[in-house]
C-alpha cells in the first residue's frame, strides 16, 4: 500500500525559492514513476514534474511552464521525492500534491498527465506573493 505525505507548503516572497517534501513508503522504486502535480481552484491539475525510478536508470520530466526554474529529485536512502522551485511567480500559487505509480508511463506527456498516477497525497499549499 502506497502512502504518501507532504509535510508542509508554506508562503513565499515573489522571486523567492521553496523546497517541498514528499515522505514516500510502500513503494518499490525498482520500476516507478513518482511526480508531482499542482491545482488552482476551479481548473484542471496540472503536471509539474515527475522522476521515474529503475534499478540503475532514472529519469525526470520537467513542465515546460516551470522549466529551468523548478526541478525534481528523490532521495531513495530516505524515501522522500523533493520538488525545488526556484524564483517563484504568483502564479505558482496553488495546492501540490504528490503521486505515485508503479511501472514506467513512457512519455513526457503521459508521466505528466494525472490519469497516469493511482497513489496521492493529500497535497500542501504553496502562496506565491
Known amino acids: 500500500h502506497v502512502q504518501l505525505v507532504e509535510p508542509g507548503g508554506g508562503s513565499v516572497q515573489a522571486g523567492g525559492s521553496l523546497t517541498l517534501s514528499c515522505a514516500v513508503s510502500?513503494?518499490?522504486?525498482?520500476?516507478?514513476?513518482i511526480a508531482w502535480f499542482r491545482q488552482v481552484p476551479g481548473r484542471e491539475r496540472e503536471g509539474v514534474a515527475s522522476?521515474?525510478?529503475?534499478?540503475?536508470?532514472?529519469?525526470?520530466s520537467i513542465a515546460d511552464s516551470v522549466q529551468g526554474r523548478f526541478d525534481i529529485s528523490l532521495d531513495k536512502a530516505n524515501n522522500t521525492l523533493y520538488l525545488r522551485m526556484n524564483t517563484l511567480k504568483p502564479e505558482d500559487t496553488a495546492m501540490y500534491y504528490c503521486?505515485?505509480?508503479?511501472?514506467?508511463?513512457?512519455?513526457?506527456?503521459?508521466?505528466?498527465?494525472?490519469?497516469?498516477?493511482?497513489?496521492w497525497g493529500q497535497g500542501t499549499q504553496v502562496t506565491v506573493s
Open positions: 510502500g513503494l518499490s522504486y525498482i520500476k516507478s514513476t
Open positions: 522522476f521515474y525510478s529503475a534499478r540503475y536508470t532514472a529519469s525526470t
Open positions: 503521486a505515485a505509480v508503479t511501472g514506467d508511463i513512457g512519455t513526457k506527456l503521459l508521466r505528466l498527465r494525472p490519469s497516469s498516477y493511482n497513489s
